[in-house]
């Protein structure tokens, strides 16, 4: 039998439909303050539709966008739930709407104005700092000779480097440990 698309569903239910395991479910629970089941005698967990389509939501800017948490938790708060809600229903219309909303009520900062930190929204893999075919100080390019042995400090962009690389790295881990 059918369930109404207005009745709560069971963890196991959500889990099925969305092709996720219960365990990334409760996980989320704990990063997504936006999602909140409610819990009947035993801890059994019910998710209301909306909180249903929130999950597709985060679930498609995760895994089909290519987002981490952090880059989806700082979306819900700029753009909030209905932000994507709608892009989990697959609604360009109201996506497109809620963003020209929020960029009528934004007054554009400056570009000194502007917030410096790191781009945890930002997808996976794209490097920040321009890419070379040096490897943090070793090797050459066209116009540089050898490199001399004695250069053991990296200069500040391969550093920048090695640290997107370790963060790529641990992005992946954690996709991978969510496949397990």
Known sequence: MDKSPDA?????????DLDLPQHVLRFW???????????????????????????????????????????????LRENGNQFLIAVGSGDMAAVEA????????????????????????MLVGQPRVKPSRRF?????????????PDTSKLSRDNRALLQEALFDLL??????????
């Open 98 to 121: 809620i963003s020209q909303r929020r960029q009528a009520d934004t007054v554009p900062l400056t570009q000194a104005a502007q917030p410096r930190g790191p781009d945890d929204e």
């Open 29 to 75: 629970e704990t990063r997504f303050n936006q999602i909140k089941p409610m819990k009947r005698g035993g801890g059994r967990r019910y998710y209301r539709p909306q909180d249903v389509e929130l999950i597709k939501g985060i679930r498609h800017m995760l895994y089909d966008q290519g987002y981490t948490i952090k880059g989806v938790q700082k979306l």
């Open 136 to 148: 943090f100080g070793i090797g050459k390019t066209d116009e540089e000779g050898p490199v001399p």
């Open 8 to 16: 709560f569903r069971t963890i196991s239910e959500v889990a099925e």
């Open 171 to 180: 992005e992946c881990k954690r996709l991978l440990d969510q496949v397990r």
